[in-house]
């Protein structure tokens, strides 16, 4: 039950606590100035043709909307966001998993080892915004979203390239003040960005089902089934991520005077969702991959009919070929998109590889294995050094795998309820948002938390 009382002292500790006070402040005020830079557009563009274009329900400009904090409907010097450093950390942190020299430089290269990672992952994130931006300028003009040029007329080169320079800026400077959060403030600053740029989208989302109520477009118990199920994922949501395996731990017998004392009993926590929001973010911003390619080949050609009858010599000609790979393409990528089929299949099986990826990165059962020996500790009823390990192994592998099957089942099911109750003013929002939303702000009450309980201890060691 809420207590007034209680959440008043929370807030006056944390705004008391030495440090903690600074650390806040300047997180907040880094995410004004984020805030701020949203609402500074890039000129060129007609906001009404961009109006009609991120609205009327489209699932896939609400999805490249949400994660740019509303910056890219407004065309805005930040309409990247903090997606292209993303992907570029889920290059970087692949590529450290499978090459040895990567991987000895950041276990072996200490701090300036992770420095180098750091500086390459910024320089791939600028390539990767460059191809970005270029794609939704590309993207604008052929939708007949720039004024002075027309989609039918030349290529507007000068238009691209300054938009792309923008844009290309833009993300730099929100992935300095992610990086500077990190550094100076409170949590992950790239995953408390998104969250920040999804609570801000929240209220449009609010105000379009409401006139969606008023004009009867939706009927009452539709929005109140939505509102129901969403409820109960974020209470599901908030179970699985504090929920942990408590793995029992034995120090051995200690001799003193004469006498066997009994060692203490402590607990290892594997926690169900090992990879927190990690996993989420990393699977939906690499899935927007395709949105960018897409930008590219503009609008669906129509009339593309090839023959698909490789025996035959007409197969072979250019025009089909050319056709043939064209209507590929446009198939492929309407199925990638938010709202094809293939969207949520894919991105199912990718929060499962991250929360494995992470959950191998975060515990190293081996390790903890001979730490465990090393210290005099082991498991009860299982034996030190290669059984704890395989144990170990065995445990992080079940756990994980219920926590990844809950993420990607949470992940989908919203959006198969949103069509079941026929209210679409959310999508774009959907689980993504909820589990963003919901596991940073646990994280990041956690964080708050542990400077509390230290900076309490230090009081009382002084």
């Known amino acids: 039950m809420f207590n007034a009382s209680q959440a008043r002292n929370a807030l006056v500790n944390l705004w008391q606590a030495p440090g903690l006070k600074e650390k806040l402040l300047f997180t907040l005020a880094m995410l ?3 805030r701020f830079g949203v609402h500074v557009p ?4 007609d906001h009404q043709v961009l109006a009609r274009m991120f609205g009327d329900g489209n699932m896939l400009a609400g999805f490249l909307d949400l994660f740019s904090g ?12 903090i997606i292209p450093y993303i992907n570029a950390s889920i290059i970087m942190q692949l590529m450290t998993g499978v090459i040895p020299k990567l991987e000895e430089l950041q276990k072996e290269g200490g701090e300036q080892g992770r420095k180098q990672i750091s500086q390459w992952t910024r320089y791939l994130t600028i390539a990767l915004a460059s191809v970005q931006a270029f794609g939704i300028s590309n993207w604008l003009w052929r939708s007949n979203a720039v004024f002075e040029h027309p989609a039918a007329g030349a290529f507007p080169w000068f238009f691209i390239i300054t938009n792309t320079v923008l844009l290309v800026s833009g993300t730099v400077f929100v992935m300095w003040l992610g990086e500077l959060i990190t550094e100076r403030g409170i949590g992950n600053g790239a995953s408390i960005i998104i969250m920040v740029g999804i609570l801000a989208a929240i209220p449009s989302y609010f105000a379009r089902t409401a006139e969606g109520v008023s004009t009867g477009a939706f009927a009452w118990w539709q929005v109140t089934l939505l509102t129901i199920s969403f409820l109960l994922i ?3 949501i908030v179970i699985v991520q504090e929920g942990a395996r408590k793995i029992p731990v034995q120090t051995a017998k200690v001799q003193r005077g004469g ?19 990690m996993p989420i973010i990393f699977s939906s911003s690499l899935l927007l991959f395709p949105v960018t390619l897409s930008s590219f080949m503009g609008a669906p050609k129509a009339g593309l009919n090839p023959t698909w009858e490789v025996w035959t010599g007409a197969f072979w000609s250019l025009a089909n070929l050319k056709d043939a790979v064209a209507q590929g393409l446009q198939l492929t990528l309407a199925a990638l998109s938010p709202a094809g089929w293939l969207y949520p299949v894919l991105y199912f099986v990718l929060i499962i590889f991250f929360s494995y990826f992470y959950a191998s990165m975060v515990l190293n059962p081996s390790d903890l294995a001979n730490n465990l020996k090393k210290g005099g500790n082991f498991i009860p009823g299982v034996k030190p050094g290669k059984p704890t390990a395989e144990y170990l192994e065995l445990t992080l592998s079940r756990i994980t795998f219920i926590g990844a099957m809950f993420l990607g089942t949470v992940a989908i099911v919203p959006t198969f309820i949103e069509q079941g109750t026929g ?8 689980a993504t948002a909820l589990l963003i939303m919901v596991g940073v702000a646990v994280d990041l009450f956690n964080q708050l938390q542990t400077q509390l309980i230290a900076r309490q201890y230090e009081g009382f060691m002084k």
Request: net charge positive; hydrophobic share 50%.
């Open 234 to 236: 974020l209470v599901a």
């Open 423 to 430: 209210v679409t003013t959310f999508q774009g929002l959907g």
């Open 32 to 34: 004004a100035v984020l």
């Open 42 to 45: 890039i000129g060129g563009v």
């Open 259 to 277: 006498r066997a004392m009994q060692g203490k009993t402590s607990y290892i926590p594997f926690k169900v969702n090992q990879g927190g929001v």
């Open 70 to 81: 509303g910056a890219i409907a407004k065309f805005s010097i930040l309409g990247l966001g």
